[in-house]
Antibody, heavy 119, light 108 residues
Framework: QVHLVESGGGVVQPGRSLRLSCAAS????????IHWVRQAPGKGLEWVAV????????YYADSVKGRFTISRDYSKNTLYLQMNTLRSEDTAVYYC????????????WGQGTMVTVSS | SYVLTQPPSVSVAPGQTATITCGRN??????LHWYQQKPGQAPVLVVN???DRPSGIPERFSGSNSGNTATLTISRVEAGDEADYYC???????????FGGGTKLTVL
């Protein structure tokens, strides 16, 4: 079965760092573009970042550019999101989701991991 | 910035048809997708590329996209359809994904 499983969320103080992971299974990891999408409590979906299937292209939402870094490890079939200089407004559930190509839909989502930025 | 406009809420009685819109100038030129999200759950794709349904999604869910408006139509609405619905496109000019603000569907 096709799965994406996020981990690494938790409570962190403002200005600190956190790294999220997204473990992929049941499909050819290297064939898919993978995104991070977040959802603040009671709010809508917000796109965060994307990494191409071969890892060469990465794009970020303006709200996280310069603070967050997306990467992937093909030996572990795992996607990462390194989050630095965290702010209270980064508090959200973070989902990873896959697409086959840029215009394609997110056909598989993880269950999400909660990040709370609070002192 | 690229904005997709959805109504915040739509209400419909069971058995009736719900229509949820997603608007932007010339949105009909884009590949647009719809997701359903129930409380505490991850989003689920319900309509792919304006009008295709993934496996397991009932035929009651359909979509269209033309001109300045995309539409998700849910026929014969059931209590289990109550959820938030989001439209989504890829903005190739900025290499960003854009979501609509979401529409809460209430089944009366």
């Amino acid at each position: 079965q096709v799965h994406l499983v996020e981990s690494g969320g938790g409570v962190v103080q403002p200005g600190r760092s956190l790294r999220l992971s997204c473990a992929a299974s049941g499909f050819t990891f290297s064939s898919y573009v993978i995104h991070w999408v977040r959802q603040a409590p009671g709010k809508g979906l917000e796109w965060v970042a994307v990494i191409s299937y071969d890892g060469t292209n990465k794009y970020y939402a303006d709200s996280v550019k310069g603070r967050f870094t997306i990467s992937r490890d093909y030996s572990k079939n795992t996607l990462y999101l390194q989050m630095n200089t965290l702010r209270s407004e980064d508090t959200a559930v973070y989902y990873c989701a896959r697409v086959l190509g840029p215009d394609d839909a997110f056909d598989i989502w993880g269950q999400g991991t909660m990040v709370t930025v609070s002192s | 910035s690229y904005v997709l406009t959805q109504p915040p809420s739509v209400s419909v009685a069971p058995g009736q048809t719900a229509t949820i819109t997603c608007g932007r100038n010339n949105i009909g030129s884009k590949s647009l997708h719809w997701y359903q999200q129930k409380p505490g759950q991850a989003p689920v794709l319900v309509v792919n590329d304006e009008s295709d349904r993934p496996s397991g999604i009932p035929e009651r869910f359909s979509g269209s996209n033309s001109g300045n408006t995309a539409t998700l139509t849910i026929s014969r609405v059931e209590a289990g359809d109550e959820a938030d619905y989001y439209c989504q496109v890829w903005d190739s000019s900025s290499d960003h994904v854009v979501f609509g603000g979401g529409t809460k569907l209430t089944v009366l």
